[in-house]
């Protein structure tokens, strides 16, 4: 038998990709827009990613085929990265394993797989957009910049608004509150809604999977640094002295990837992102 599905929203479309999306694989409540506005506590409007895990183990050894008869219901049997690896997986763009990912250049328009230099990623199947960091030193998301945890709205800072000013950066301010205004300034691919990620999103570009030194599918996030990066989220606490943070290195991200780190005393990378209009 054979199924044509019919595209009736512009291919350049990422709100397109996202409904299209939606009617292809069924998710109850899908949207094309998750209302959650700019305050980093919207819910992500299509799913969650897949682990990035495609491969079983056993006693001795990772990356082996699946299933491995004695160590059956493995991460690497179920899901979107076990149908990329069996060829029954529906992408919009690409990436590794389960992922389905789409470069955007400087001005949000799409390009190849292959592009380099890209500015932005979008993400197909959670419908978020994310910020690319970039190698020049002096450039405002330079990958090794890091700044302190700053935001001084009562309402989401669990009660404690951070430090200012106290990473090194070029560009801004050297905080979060500092450096997601200034992308907004800058309208990084045409948009000025750029914020913190929150848990949540940030751990669903984690590829567990991945083989390399960093947890993450390089080919759309290159120049990730192996180390922490900041979410918008204050741990829940009376004093809420510390922000959520997940560290990008591997093998780390089996055991402490998700962690709180000082507000006063740690500084760390950030990656914005912003949620489809």
């Known amino acids: 038998m054979t199924t044509t599905v019919l595209n ?10 996202a409904v299209l999306a939606c009617l292809l694989l069924g998710i109850v409540g899908c949207s094309s827009s998750s209302g959650g506005g700019n305050d980093g506590e919207g819910l992500m409007p299509l799913g969650l990613n897949d682990t990035g895990v495609d491969w079983c183990g056993n006693d001795d050894n990772n990356n082996l085929s699946c299933p ?6 493995q991460d690497g049997e179920f899901g979107r990265d076990a149908l990329e690896r069996q060829g029954n997986l529906l992408k919009f763009g690409s990436g590794d394993a389960g992922f389905d990912f789409i470069k955007l250049d400087n001005d949000g328009e799409e390009l190849s797989a292959s592009a380099n230099n890209h500015a932005c ?3 197909n199947v959670t419908g978020l957009m994310w910020e690319v960091k970039q190698t020049g030193t002096g450039d405002l998301r330079y990958s090794g910049h890091t700044y302190s945890w700053y935001n ?3 309402s989401v800072n669990g009660g404690n608004a951070g430090e200012e000013d106290d990473g090194t950066c070029a560009g801004s301010a050297c905080d979060t509150q500092a450096f997601v205004a200034a992308v907004n300034t800058a309208e990084l691919c045409g948009y000025d809604d750029w914020r913190m990620p929150t848990v949540s999103e940030l751990n669903s570009i984690m590829h567990r999977g991945a083989t390399g030194d960093v947890a993450v599918d390089p080919e759309f996030f290159p120049n990730t640094t192996a180390d922490s990066y900041w979410t918008g989220q204050s741990r829940a606490t009376d004093t809420a002295n510390s922000a959520w943070a997940i560290t990008f290195s591997v093998p780390e991200f089996s055991n402490f990837a998700i962690r709180t780190l000082s507000k006063e005393f ?3 990378h950030v990656r914005l992102v912003r949620e489809i209009p």
Do not use: K, M, Q
């Open 266 to 268: 740690s500084t760390n």
């Open 121 to 123: 990623v979008l993400d």
């Open 68 to 73: 491995v008869s004695e160590f059956p219901g």
């Open 152 to 154: 001084p709205d009562g």
């Open 8 to 17: 009736i929203f512009p291919v350049s479309s990422r709100a397109g990709h």
